[in-house]
């Protein structure tokens, strides 16, 4: 049932429910409606702090955020509303590597306390959710239709190749209204912000939801999830944390709201290489594929680099790689026709416990204390990108297939000047021992029995990959968790 709280004359003031999920972008609404279909035995509430169409100005100041020296453009980087921010989002997708799951010892950051086997599963799931039309990402299998878009890569060389696919992208606030509004165990509720929460000791007794200058609803539950986004989520508890200390576990973790990260992207420089490449939005059988190249496996290991991965963009205009340069044959190049493309590449940041999230003073129209964003760079994320330049450069050259030239230069400016791609990862970081992060492998605060987060600030380290897909994935899983079935996919 749906009942939107600005609207409704007579809503009911005390629920009871098995699960209260906060936050109905795609990780709530993914959690609410696997869980629904799978626990028919229970009560799920969905609370949703926006309604079904455009927020208001009044809606969109609760978002307002203060941001410190290095520029960020929070209100672009979130929607309040159902569905969330996938109103705005770009359908990017892709797993994590399996390398992205573990940690290099000497970056302190915790290793995912889930491996890549166990999300296996879920990531079927989820990509029925975000409706793309193949979990296959072998880019193999593509090379082997299209053989020509690729480089030929020596098999134990530096470089290695990875694939992306897209999402329509998947709205799912109109998506799913149907699902949500016509299970009879859910009841979604807009215009329903979280407030506040009745805490015993270390359990949630039932959290309290009203529409802007509305009279509140209390929901008593068994647990509760918090999915309200990176940020809000941080936001959310720190508030509930209040003046307490930050040396303990969970809620009093000192990793809690640190560690902020997104993806950025840096252009390196040009590449000369043959016309056909197609490191970048193709098609193959019909439907959109991004192949990208990216350090391999064992390259990444031996460097404790971070992840990068590296489109081409056609570029022929630019002439600081002259195609005739190629054409001399003394050079080595491959007889080929050559063309210069642009050099794009999406840095996985470096977790860095300085890049935060904090409360300031001032309140929102709800009382919350609003949040403070710190965004935070670290020059070895550029270092790593350019590490990996350099050995395709040289991969470049030494098998003639082309040529590289660096114009990025490192600089404090450049760093400044970096763009987010909306993705906010890491201040909610998970880990197998409390000490390391805020909540356990289910997203748990580690000092709460029952209350939960679900959101990609969960991530402990960043890899380059968009982070909906695994979120999602995560979402199935944590449903599964909680009816103890095996895992299957559901929409
Ligand atoms: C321009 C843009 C492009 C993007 N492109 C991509 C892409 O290509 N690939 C990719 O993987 N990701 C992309 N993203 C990121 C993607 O949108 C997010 O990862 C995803 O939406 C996160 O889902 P979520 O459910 O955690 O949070 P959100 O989508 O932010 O949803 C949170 C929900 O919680 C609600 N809420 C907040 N506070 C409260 C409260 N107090 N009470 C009740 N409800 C509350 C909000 O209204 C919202 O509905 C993009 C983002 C932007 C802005």
């Not at 009871?16 to 993914?30: F, L, N």
């Not at 165990?185 to 529409?211: Q, T, W």
């Not at 982070?467 to 899983?477: D, E, F, G, I, S």
Request: aromatic share 8%.
């Amino acid at each position: 049932m749906l009942t939107d709280l600005a609207l409704s004359p007579n809503p009911p003031r005390e629920l009871r429910a098995d699960a209260c999920i906060c936050g109905a972008g795609p990780a709530g609404i993914t959690l609410a409606l696997e869980l629904a279909r799978r626990r028919p035995d229970w009560h799920i509430v969905l609370l949703e702090g926006g309604g079904s169409g455009v927020p208001s100005e009044r809606e969109r100041l609760l978002y307002d955020v203060g941001v410190g020296e290095k520029p960020y453009a929070v209100a672009a980087s979130r929607r309040r509303m159902l569905g969330g921010t996938s109103a705005h989002w770009g359908g990017w997708c892709k797993p994590l590597d399996p390398e992205d799951f573990r940690a290099p010892a000497d970056w302190s950051v915790p290793d995912w306390p889930i491996t890549p086997e166990e999300l296996a599963p879920f990531l079927v799931a989820a990509h029925l959710w975000c409706e793309i039309p193949s979990d296959r990402y072998d880019p193999a299998e593509v090379r082997a239709r299209q053989p020509r878009r690729f480089l030929e890569l020596p098999a134990d060389g530096p470089v290695c190749e990875r694939l992306f696919r897209f999402s329509p992208p998947t709205r799912f606030g109109t998506r799913y209204l149907e699902d949500l509004r016509g299970q009879a165990n859910l009841d979604l509720f807009l215009h329903a912000n979280l407030v506040s929460f009745e805490r015993r000791g270390d359990r949630i007794v039932s959290a309290s939801a009203s529409p802007l200058g509305g009279r509140p609803i209390r929901i008593q539950s068994e647990r509760f999830v918090l999915s309200q986004g990176g940020l809000e989520t941080t936001r959310t508890l720190l508030n509930l944390r209040g003046d307490a200390s930050d040396d303990g576990e969970g809620l009093r973790s000192p990793h809690l709201g640190r560690h902020f990260a997104d993806h950025y992207g840096v252009r390196p420089g040009s590449i000369l290489a043959s016309e056909e490449l197609g490191y970048r939005r193709i098609t193959d059988q019909e439907t959109a594929v991004m192949p990208v190249l990216a350090p391999s496996p064992s390259a990444l290991d031996r460097a404790g680099r971070q992840n990068v991965c590296l489109m081409l963009d056609p570029d022929p205009g630019n002439a600081s790689l002259p195609t005739p340069y190629a054409r001399n044959a003394a050079l080595g190049f491959l007889p080929r026709e050559f063309l210069n493309y642009r050099a794009q590449m999406i840095v996985e940041p470096r977790p860095n416990p300085d890049s935060r999230i904090t409360l300031t003073d001032a309140r929102c129209e709800l009382g919350l204390r609003r949040a403070r964003l710190d965004w935070k760079l670290d020059p070895r994320d550029v270092e790593s990108a350019l590490g990996f330049f350099n050995e395709l450069s040289n991969l470049l050259a030494q098998t003639g297939q082309g040529r590289a030239r660096q114009t990025y230069q490192a600089s404090a400016a450049q760093l400044a000047s970096a763009m987010g791609a909306n993705h906010h990862l890491g201040t909610l970081r998970f880990s197998r021992d409390p000490k390391d992060g805020v909540t356990d492998a289910d997203g748990r605060l580690h000092d709460m029995d029952n209350l939960y987060v679900l959101s990609s600030a969960l991530f402990p380290r960043y890899g380059y990959s968009n982070p909906t897909l695994t979120l999602v994935a995560l979402a199935a899983r944590l449903a599964s968790r909680w009816s103890a079935q095996a895992p299957e996919a559901q929409p």
